[in-house]
């Protein structure tokens, strides 16, 4: 049995998938347990749907994205429709109410213009939190 260290140099990082503030999906990307700072965080990248955020992976960061990374983002996805409801604060309007200038509306500082709020964006606020 050859003792290579392909699995290990071939993907050195891991990702972890959940949602921006806009309930996009997001990626984030982790060094592997063989670097300097095994864990750490250093980039991310989001995008509206599962196929955009594979293909900016497999652009940005030259990793293809696995079988399995596409189901959970898939997953993801879907329960990120299920749960989209209209946004409270703005009434569905995407502008900010507390907005000083009608002239130059502000965007909805809850759902940032989407007029719509998911679980996504319920969940990120509570990891920042
Ligand atoms: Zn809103």
Request: net charge negative; charged share 20%; hydrophobic share 35%.
């Given at each position: ?23 996009q ?8 347990p ?24 497999a ?16 997953q ?23 907005g ?11 759902c ?6 998911g ?11």
């Amino acid at each position: 049995m050859p003792t290579t260290q392909a699995s290990t140099t071939t993907f050195p990082d891991h990702r972890i998938f959940g949602f921006d503030s806009r309930g996009q999906l997001r990626a984030n990307l982790h060094n592997g347990p063989d670097s300097h700072a095994p864990g750490a965080l250093y980039s991310w990248t989001c995008a509206p749907t599962s196929g955009q955020l594979a293909d900016k992976l497999a652009a940005f960061w030259e990793q293809e994205i696995s079988a399995e990374e596409f189901e959970v983002l898939e997953q993801l996805e879907a329960a990120n429709a299920e749960f989209e409801l209209d946004c409270d604060e703005c009434a569905a309007t995407g502008v900010d109410p507390g907005g000083l200038s009608e002239h130059e509306p502000e965007e909805c500082r809850v759902c940032h213009g989407a007029k719509r709020v998911g679980f996504a964006t319920i969940y990120a606020a509570r990891v920042a939190a």
